[in-house]
């Protein structure tokens, strides 16, 4: 049975429902679509085929609504025309960059609101989580579960499997290169081909 996205209840069913319908904006409304058909119960195959777009996108679409809420749907570059100047210089997001490569200092994962709240400590105001998540959004950022550390045996697996493809990789790059076919093209035939398969010769 196909597995269902989950999503979180920003708004319910009916309230979705309704954005898609009362919705003038073409992309806010397919957005609220989207939403709405997963919210109650359609799989993400099904959602594809009723509306054309893509798996990934739909992907997308839910990883943003989910961790920030409704204010996700539809086109953000009009919405944040207002807001196009960057809070963080080049320095500051080069430092923002390295700390999402470590865990939250509050523990779990990376979020707008999380992202939000380190802004604010280096620029000295208020962030609002959206801009939070523009800012993990535009770093091409996902979040991921924590991978449990290789243990030692596999490490040394791995260093073995290592070695043994290299010394294979030499040992093909140095070998000479064999002729596939006795026939030189002229109509000749090659003495190792003739010494190899006297049976073919007359």
Do not use: C
Not at 51 to 73: A, D, F, K, M
Not at 92 to 103: D, M, S
Not at 158 to 176: E, I
């Amino acid at each position: 049975m196909p597995k269902r996205v989950i999503i979180e209840p920003h708004l319910s069913v009916e309230e979705l429902e309704n954005g898609y319908r009362q919705t003038k904006e073409p992309l806010k409304r397919t957005h609220y679509q989207i939403i709405w058909l997963l919210a109650k119960g359609m799989t993400t195959q099904e959602v594809v085929v009723a509306t054309g777009y893509s798996r990934s996108w739909i992907y997308e679409l839910v990883w943003g609504y989910n961790r920030i809420g409704p204010e996700t749907l539809g086109d953000q570059r009009t919405a944040n025309q207002g807001s196009s100047k960057p809070l963080l210089d080049d320095v500051q997001q080069a430092l923002l960059w390295q700390a999402l490569q470590e865990a939250p200092a509050e523990g779990g994962q990376w979020n707008g609101r999380k992202v939000a709240d380190w802004i604010a400590d280096v620029i000295g105001r208020t962030v609002s989580r959206q801009r939070g998540w523009e800012y993990l959004k535009q770093m091409r950022f996902r979040l991921r579960v924590p991978r449990p550390e290789h243990t030692d045996s596999s490490l040394e697996e791995q260093a073995q499997w290592k070695k043994k493809f290299g010394d294979q990789s030499r040992t093909n790059t140095n070998r000479k290169p064999r002729s596939r076919r006795g026939n030189l093209g002229d109509g000749r035939t090659s003495s190792r081909f003739e010494a190899s398969h006297p049976r073919y010769l007359g």
